[in-house]
């Protein structure tokens, strides 16, 4: 298994530009997150999905979208990318399960915007 | 507001050492306290988790102490290694369909094990 894959690693973007972090998952997980990290402030959730067809915000969803089509996939969108964006993003995946589950975490990708 | 605080935000053991590291939380809804370990340059993995059925849980140098009423639970590595050198993330989330799944992490230590 692959486990959760992330591309691309590294990515720089002028403002306003727009891009699409992909996320994959071999793991037949219901359950995928995106967070992103910020140097002294941890992982913050940006959004999630229960399944193929369900997403919804977490934390800190503003100038993100996502869609889930497939149970493998989880692609995270920037439509007009701000330097406040910059950040390394990480997707994650799990079992879906009412108390808790262990989330496997991709490689993550580094964003630059200017 | 950060629901999980952690503390220190860095930390420097020498080898052989005992590494502490501190967590409180907010939320009394929260049900399952992971601890993730972050080298540089990969995604966080799963280290130790707790739930607060019980005040603590040991695996092989590791250690999650859990106090319920105070709202805190803390990471002890015994016999720190310079391998140990890493990020590491207490988090903490809730029951339910979505929020079972719903990580809050705290701000992360950064550990340094000198040999």
């Known amino acids: 298994n692959a486990g959760v894959t992330q591309t691309p690693k590294f990515q720089v973007l002028k403002t306003g530009q727009s891009m699409t972090l992909q996320c994959a998952q071999d793991?037949?997980?219901?359950?995928m997150s995106w967070y992103r990290q910020d140097p002294g402030m941890g992982l913050r959730l940006i959004h999630y999905?229960?399944?193929?067809?369900?997403?919804d915000q977490g934390e800190v969803p503003n100038g993100y979208n996502v869609s889930r089509s497939t149970t493998e996939d989880f692609p995270l969108r920037l439509l007009s990318a701000a330097p406040s964006q910059t950040s390394v993003y990480f997707c994650?995946?799990?079992?879906?399960?009412?108390?808790?589950?262990?989330?496997?975490f991709g490689p993550g990708t580094r964003l630059t915007v200017t | 507001q950060q629901q999980v605080k952690q503390s220190p935000q860095s930390l420097i053991v020498q080898k052989g050492g005992i590494s502490i590291i501190n967590c409180a939380y907010e939320?009394?809804?929260?049900?399952?306290f992971p601890w993730y370990q972050q080298f540089p340059g990969k995604g966080p993995a799963l280290l130790i988790a707790?739930?607060?059925?019980?005040s603590e849980k040991k695996e092989g140098r590791f250690t999650i102490s859990f106090n319920k009423s105070a709202k805190q639970f803390s990471l002890h590595i015994m016999d720190s290694q310079p391998g140990d050198s890493a990020t590491y993330f207490c988090?903490?989330?809730?029951?339910?369909?979505?929020?079972?799944?719903?990580?809050?992490f705290g701000e992360g230590t950064q550990l340094t094990v000198n040999p």
């Open positions: 999905s229960v399944g193929a067809g369900i997403t």
């Open positions: 707790i739930r607060p059925d019980v």
């Open positions: 988090a903490a989330s809730g029951m339910g369909e979505t929020s079972g799944s719903r990580l809050t």
């Open positions: 994650a995946s799990s079992y879906r399960i009412r108390q808790g589950s262990e989330q496997y």
């Open positions: 939320n009394t809804a929260f049900d399952y």
């Open positions: 793991m037949n997980h219901e359950y």
